[in-house]
């Protein structure tokens, strides 16, 4: 499927279109995510999420850091190239800041979390991250740590019991709060998983 990765680890591909419209819903209410946010997301895949995100709220930037190249690259760019070509969704891509995706290793970025182009610091953070291993999983937990500007993240995951020890296992820090946990599916497959909302 388009969208997975020869390079990555955990799973490839995104969940639906209505999954992230619930989540983006989700972190406006709960952690402010709007117009003035940075928006990363770790893992960006072909940019799917980043697009709708830029369609649907227009953030000041969105941005993705992604290992493949090929989806960092040539597939991201026929997303970006059809969704501005799309008679609604192109004039609302073309009047945003357009997003874009950085081919690269996120547990290998320097916190704190800061967008490739412009510097600005990240505040919140989108990963489809199931499946990711634990050196993967406590990347992340390292960045969102280390990165004072956070007000929010969400990631996608296997249902967990108690996600936050989970989290806590895997570094993430003791000042997070969960806001929201929402059943999401992922596109073709139908596989299900939940978004963890948390706010900081
Ligand atoms: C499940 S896909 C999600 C893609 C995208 N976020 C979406 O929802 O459409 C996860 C992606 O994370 C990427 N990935 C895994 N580990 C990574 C790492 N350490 N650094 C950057 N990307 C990584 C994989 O290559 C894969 O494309």
Not at 2 to 21: C, F, P, R
Not at 94 to 105: C, F
Not at 108 to 132: E, Q
Not at 144 to 167: D, Q
């Given at each position: 499927?388009?969208?997975?990765?020869?390079?990555g680890?955990g799973?490839?591909?995104?969940?639906?279109?209505?999954?992230?419209?619930?989540?983006?819903?989700?972190?406006?209410?709960?952690?402010?995510?709007?117009?003035?946010?940075?928006?990363?997301d770790l893992g960006a895949g072909?940019?799917?999420?980043?697009?709708?995100?830029?369609?649907?709220?227009?953030?000041?930037?969105?941005?993705?850091?992604e290992?493949?190249?090929?989806?960092?690259?040539?597939?991201?760019?026929?997303?970006?190239?059809?969704?501005?070509?799309?008679?609604?969704?192109?004039?609302?891509?073309?009047?945003?800041?357009?997003?874009?995706?950085?081919?690269?290793?996120f547990?290998?970025?320097?916190?704190?979390?800061?967008?490739?182009?412009?510097?600005?610091?990240?505040?919140?953070?989108?990963s489809f991250c199931?499946?990711?291993?634990?050196?993967?999983?406590?990347?992340?937990?390292?960045?969102?740590?280390?990165?004072?500007?956070?007000?929010?993240?969400?990631?996608?995951?296997?249902?967990?019991?108690?996600?936050?020890?989970?989290?806590?296992?895997?570094?993430?820090?003791?000042?997070?709060?969960?806001?929201?946990?929402?059943?999401?599916?992922?596109?073709?497959?139908?596989?299900?998983?939940?978004?963890?909302?948390?706010?900081?």
């Amino acid at each position: 499927m388009v969208g997975d990765s020869a390079l990555g680890s955990g799973i490839g591909g995104s969940i639906t279109t209505e999954g992230v419209g619930k989540v983006v819903d989700s972190m406006t209410s709960h952690c402010k995510l709007g117009a003035d946010s940075v928006v990363c997301d770790l893992g960006a895949g072909i940019g799917r999420p980043l697009l709708q995100m830029a369609v649907s709220i227009a953030p000041r930037v969105t941005f993705g850091i992604e290992l493949d190249e090929l989806n960092a690259g040539v597939r991201y760019g026929g997303v970006l190239n059809s969704v501005l070509k799309h008679p609604i969704l192109g004039s609302r891509l073309a009047s945003a800041s357009l997003p874009y995706v950085q081919q690269g290793d996120f547990t290998l970025c320097k916190p704190p979390l800061a967008c490739f182009k412009s510097g600005l610091l990240v505040t919140h953070v989108y990963s489809f991250c199931a499946g990711m291993p634990q050196g993967t999983m406590g990347g992340i937990g390292n960045l969102i740590s280390m990165s004072p500007c956070i007000k929010g993240f969400a990631l996608v995951m296997h249902h967990s019991h108690n996600i936050l020890k989970t989290l806590h296992e895997f570094g993430f820090p003791n000042t997070i709060s969960l806001v929201d946990s929402i059943i999401v599916r992922q596109c073709g497959s139908g596989a299900q998983y939940r978004a963890y909302v948390f706010s900081r």
